[in-house]
């Protein structure tokens, strides 16, 4: 049964601004699959924790269908939210899984995982985002994680205007989600606006922070955000949060982290903070050591 809170109305002085709007690139990724990436490798210092956000969604089989066979990882994690659809996750250290509707995937690569993604649907809709959270380098040879939350296991509340809002990691208005961190204390709502209403989030000045909108339109500090837009929320000393205001029915994803100030050092799937970690990933992954 799908876990409804009590929530604590919460109250923002300094809303943050936008810095900035984001079109993510159209390109594609596993075996085919077309895709839109909202956060490219270019963000990554100014979003930190945050490493990629892609956004997939088609009704036409040929888009999705041949998904993502085998392929490692090493030193992050992913978050794969399911909007419509059903993906199959399979790994080398024994883990299986069906994502569905609504259903979130955390994955903790760590010193590695060689994994697949693959529908389990031949037609129909198939929609959500992948997420990559960075580890910090303490945790990026730890040992890998793995869990699949239904929809009915993430905590959901309906704040007092309507807003339905469902808390995949960290905490909303007195509510804590599903998963948290504590070195990158993540952020992430998904939330379902209707017309004429608005959500007030809580944010430390520090954590980065964006919006990105998959419905509809919306509007923050007066600077209007339509759909298929990431909004990048300005840093401010005094800003303490985030006020996001809709005229029509909107959705958004917020996400927030508490940044790590390391360097990154990405190659493909694995991201490390050298060069020489991301070539001994590479000489594990070649020799069977990806695990």
Do not use: C
């Not at 109250?11 to 990436?37: C, F, M, N, Y």
């Not at 969604?57 to 059903?86: K, L």
């Amino acid at each position: 049964m799908t876990k409804i809170a009590k929530p604590r109305a919460d109250r923002v002085s300094h809303p943050r601004t936008v810095e900035q709007l984001i079109v993510g690139k159209p390109t594609s990724d596993g075996a085919g699959v077309k895709l839109t990436r909202v956060l490219t490798q270019g963000l990554q210092r100014r979003l930190d924790p945050f490493l990629m956000l892609d956004a997939f969604g088609s009704d036409n089989p040929d888009d999705y269908i041949a998904g993502f066979p085998d392929h490692p990882h090493r030193g992050f994690e992913t978050v794969t939210y399911m909007i419509a659809g059903r993906m199959r996750h399979r790994d080398n250290a024994g883990h299986e899984g069906l994502l569905e509707n609504g259903g979130v995937q955390w994955m903790t690569a760590g010193r590695g995982v060689v994994h697949s993604e693959i529908p389990q649907q031949e037609e129909g809709v198939m929609e959500g985002f992948q997420l990559w959270l960075n580890l910090p380098g303490k945790d990026k040879m730890g040992a890998p994680w793995y869990r699949d939350f239904a929809a009915a296991d993430l905590p959901r509340f309906v704040t007092d205007a309507g807003v339905a809002v469902t808390v995949i990691a960290g905490e909303s208005q007195g509510v804590s989600g599903a998963v948290t961190r504590e070195a990158t204390a993540p952020l992430y709502l998904d939330l379902h606006l209707p017309a004429k209403t608005s959500f007030v989030q809580k944010l430390p000045p520090r954590h980065n922070a964006f919006v990105y909108v998959y419905r509809g339109a919306v509007s923050i500090a007066g600077s209007e955000v339509p759909a298929q837009r990431m909004a990048i929320l300005a840093n401010a000393a005094q800003a303490d949060g985030v006020v996001i205001e809709s005229a029509g029915e909107a959705r958004v994803l917020l996400i927030a982290g508490q940044p790590l100030n390391e360097p990154i050092a990405q190659y493909g799937p694995f991201v490390m903070n050298s060069e020489q970690e991301i070539y001994q990933a590479l000489a594990d992954f070649r020799e069977g050591r990806l695990a």
